[in-house]
T-cell receptor
Framework: AQKITQTQPGMFVQEKEAVTLDCTYDTSDQSYGLFWYKQPSSGEMIFLIYQGSYDEQNATEGRYSLNFQKARKSANLVISASQLGDSAMYFC??????????FGRGTQLTVWP | DTEVTQTPKHLVMGMTNKKSLKCEQHMGHRAMYWYKQKAKKPPELMFVYSYEKLSINESVPSRFSPECPNSSLLNLHLHALQPEDSALYLCASNLHGGTEAFFGQGTRLTVV
């Protein structure tokens, strides 16, 4: 089994600033994937970024980057130049080849002008 | 195209009704999932289909019945639901387990 821990129930950031959302994971699998999803109040779950356990480079997708520290079992999401539209719930998740996605409890991000 | 389409977007049903949720993807993904999400909680896995075969059932009550007619379609048949089954039901798909999963917009189900 895998466990994802997100210790920040809520985060606040000013527009145009960078913000880091924390995520730690616990798994006994050798091969796994780490994901971040954004869920606005509308409910859709939007895929943001993926990091494979064997990837040596940190993943980046536009304003999103994943700070992957394998030894510390952390996969923090960094959002640069925050925008008002970034306000949403953010979920960290891990997945194994068996198909299950394990989600953290989420972090509610609020971007203020 | 990374689209997973779910219908309907909203559904209100009585406890004696039978209804179905539909999910469709045309990305060639071979794994499809149903998740249930209550307000302010993370999604909870219900079912996994891999290559059109049910591979995981997370001890879901039999009033929820999944079906995968082909590699692009996933249905969730609902019968005799309870008010506590009211939730957002999310469908997802990926190439195979461990790769990035794409979600549909969800069906907001209310059982009255």
């Amino acid at each position: 089994a895998q466990k994802i821990t997100q210790t920040q129930p809520g985060m606040f950031v000013q527009e145009k600033e960078a913000v880091t959302l924390d995520c730690t994971y616990d798994t006994s699998d050798q091969s796994y994937g780490l994901f971040w999803y954004k869920q606005p109040s509308s409910g859709e779950m939007i895929f943001l970024i993926y990091q494979g356990s064997y990837d040596e480079q940190n993943a980046t997708e536009g304003r999103y980057s994943l700070n992957f520290q394998k030894a510390r079992k952390s996969a923090n999401l960094v959002i640069s130049a925050s925008q008002l539209g970034d306000s949403a719930m953010y979920f960290c998740a891990s997945g194994s080849t068996l198909g299950r996605l394990y989600f953290g409890r989420g972090t509610q991000l609020t971007v203020w002008p | 195209d990374t689209e997973v389409t779910q219908t309907p977007k909203h559904l209100v049903m009585g406890m004696t009704n039978k209804k179905s949720l539909k999910c469709e993807q045309h990305m060639g993904h071979r794994a499809m999932y149903w998740y249930k999400q209550k307000a302010k909680k993370p999604p909870e896995l219900m079912f996994v289909y891999s290559y059109e075969k049910l591979s995981i059932n997370e001890s879901v009550p039999s009033r929820f019945s999944p079906e995968c007619p082909n590699s692009s379609l996933l249905n969730l048949h609902l019968h005799a639901l309870q008010p506590e089954d009211s939730a957002l039901y999310l469908c997802a798909s990926n190439l195979h387990g461990g790769t990035e999963a794409f979600f549909g917009q969800g069906t907001r189900l209310t059982v009255v």
